[in-house]
Nanobody
Framework: QVQLVESGGGLVQAGGSLRVSCSAS????????MGWYRQAPGKQRELVAT???????NYADSVKGRFTISRDNAKNTVDLQMNSLKPEDTAVYYC?????????WGQGTQVTVSS
């Protein structure tokens, strides 16, 4: 079992920046996929960004050019730097780990962008 703990959410004005971080309770394997999803009220959970060990990243079209995902295998962390935030980015952001056939989720951190 892996515990994922997120931090760094909060309230920011439109156009501002936030950084959310996720720490895993055990070593991350090079084959693991890490990422971020989000869920806004009344909507389904959606992909924000994922990253694999080789640094290959995948972003939702809605965040390309504004968000940057990074991971540190030595620290077992994955971060999401969010710039030029928009009110429609408001959601609970969940850390994701796909590891050897298993999926793990963090408890979520709220990001609220005011207009």
């Amino acid at each position: 079992q892996v515990q994922l703990v997120e931090s760094g959410g909060g309230l920011v004005q439109a156009g501002g920046s936030l950084r959310v971080s996720c720490s895993a309770s055990r070593d991350i394997f090079s084959s693991d996929v890490m990422g971020w999803y989000r869920q806004a009220p009344g909507k389904q959970r959606e992909l924000v960004a994922t990253i694999i060990s080789l640094g290959y990243t995948n972003y939702a079209d809605s965040v390309k050019g504004r968000f940057t995902i990074s991971r540190d295998n030595a620290k077992n962390t994955v971060d999401l730097q969010m710039n030029s935030l928009k009110p429609e980015d408001t959601a609970v952001y969940y850390c994701y780990l796909g590891s050897r056939g298993y999926t793990y989720w963090g408890q979520g951190t709220q990001v609220t962008v005011s207009s």
